[in-house]
Protein backbone atom coordinates (compact mmCIF):
# COMPACT_ATOMS: atom_id res chain seq x y z
CA UNK A 1 0.00 0.00 0.00
CA UNK A 2 1.41 3.58 -0.55
CA UNK A 3 2.82 5.24 1.96
CA UNK A 4 0.28 7.20 4.28
CA UNK A 5 -2.88 5.31 2.79
CA UNK A 6 -4.64 3.00 5.90
CA UNK A 7 -5.37 0.18 4.20
CA UNK A 8 -8.72 -0.44 7.06
CA UNK A 9 -9.76 3.09 6.06
CA UNK A 10 -9.19 3.00 2.38
CA UNK A 11 -11.88 0.58 1.18
CA UNK A 12 -14.54 2.32 -0.07
CA UNK A 13 -17.51 1.45 2.34
CA UNK A 14 -15.66 2.62 5.03
CA UNK A 15 -13.82 5.46 3.67
CA UNK A 16 -17.72 6.36 3.09
CA UNK A 17 -18.32 5.56 6.43
CA UNK A 18 -15.76 7.48 7.94
CA UNK A 19 -16.70 11.05 5.90
CA UNK A 20 -19.74 10.51 7.17
CA UNK A 21 -19.18 10.45 11.25
CA UNK A 22 -16.04 13.13 10.46
CA UNK A 23 -19.06 15.54 9.57
CA UNK A 24 -21.33 14.50 12.92
CA UNK A 25 -21.09 13.49 16.30
CA UNK A 26 -22.94 10.29 15.86
CA UNK A 27 -25.02 8.95 13.57
CA UNK A 28 -26.87 5.62 13.66
CA UNK A 29 -27.19 2.47 11.96
CA UNK A 30 -30.08 3.17 10.24
CA UNK A 31 -29.16 6.70 8.55
CA UNK A 32 -25.58 5.20 7.73
CA UNK A 33 -27.53 2.33 6.21
CA UNK A 34 -29.80 3.99 4.32
CA UNK A 35 -27.37 6.98 3.09
CA UNK A 36 -24.53 4.33 2.43
CA UNK A 37 -27.13 2.04 0.46
CA UNK A 38 -25.60 -1.05 2.32
CA UNK A 39 -27.29 -4.15 3.51
CA UNK A 40 -27.57 -4.31 7.42
CA UNK A 41 -25.14 -7.56 6.97
CA UNK A 42 -22.69 -5.40 4.64
CA UNK A 43 -23.03 -2.32 7.15
CA UNK A 44 -22.44 -4.46 10.51
CA UNK A 45 -18.99 -6.16 8.88
CA UNK A 46 -17.93 -2.59 7.48
CA UNK A 47 -18.91 -1.16 11.01
CA UNK A 48 -17.28 -4.21 12.80
CA UNK A 49 -14.30 -3.73 11.17
CA UNK A 50 -13.56 0.01 11.76
CA UNK A 51 -14.79 -0.79 15.76
CA UNK A 52 -11.61 -3.74 15.92
CA UNK A 53 -9.44 -1.04 14.30
CA UNK A 54 -10.15 1.35 17.37
CA UNK A 55 -11.69 3.87 14.77
CA UNK A 56 -14.94 3.82 15.92
CA UNK A 57 -17.41 3.23 18.97
CA UNK A 58 -20.84 1.64 19.12
CA UNK A 59 -23.68 2.75 21.67
CA UNK A 60 -26.73 0.15 22.07
CA UNK A 61 -29.80 1.19 23.10
CA UNK A 62 -33.01 -1.02 23.62
CA UNK A 63 -32.49 -4.58 22.57
CA UNK A 64 -34.60 -6.64 19.53
CA UNK A 65 -36.41 -4.72 16.93
CA UNK A 66 -36.52 -1.49 18.99
CA UNK A 67 -33.03 -1.00 19.69
CA UNK A 68 -30.69 0.73 17.82
CA UNK A 69 -27.09 1.37 17.77
CA UNK A 70 -25.12 4.63 17.37
CA UNK A 71 -21.45 5.43 16.28
CA UNK A 72 -19.44 8.06 16.95
CA UNK A 73 -15.28 8.32 15.49
CA UNK A 74 -12.99 7.77 18.14
CA UNK A 75 -10.58 10.43 19.04
CA UNK A 76 -7.68 7.59 17.12
CA UNK A 77 -10.51 7.39 14.37
CA UNK A 78 -9.99 11.37 13.94
CA UNK A 79 -6.49 10.82 13.83
CA UNK A 80 -6.49 7.90 10.97
CA UNK A 81 -8.83 9.55 8.65
CA UNK A 82 -7.34 12.82 8.61
CA UNK A 83 -4.05 11.33 7.55
CA UNK A 84 -5.91 8.80 5.24
CA UNK A 85 -7.25 12.00 3.81
CA UNK A 86 -3.93 13.66 3.51
CA UNK A 87 -2.28 10.78 1.65
CA UNK A 88 -4.96 10.83 -0.67
CA UNK A 89 -4.57 14.21 -1.19
CA UNK A 90 -0.97 14.05 -2.05
CA UNK A 91 -1.20 10.87 -4.33
CA UNK A 92 -3.98 12.88 -6.03
CA UNK A 93 -2.09 16.34 -6.11
CA UNK A 94 1.01 13.57 -7.99
CA UNK A 95 3.16 14.89 -4.81
Not at 45 to 64: C, I, R
Not at 73 to 92: D, F, N, V
Amino acid sequence: MIDGLDPIIHVPKRLAAMAILANAPSVSFRFLRDHLGLSESDLSKQMSTLESAGYVKSTKDGHGRGGSTTYRMTAEGEQAYKAHCAALRSLLDGA
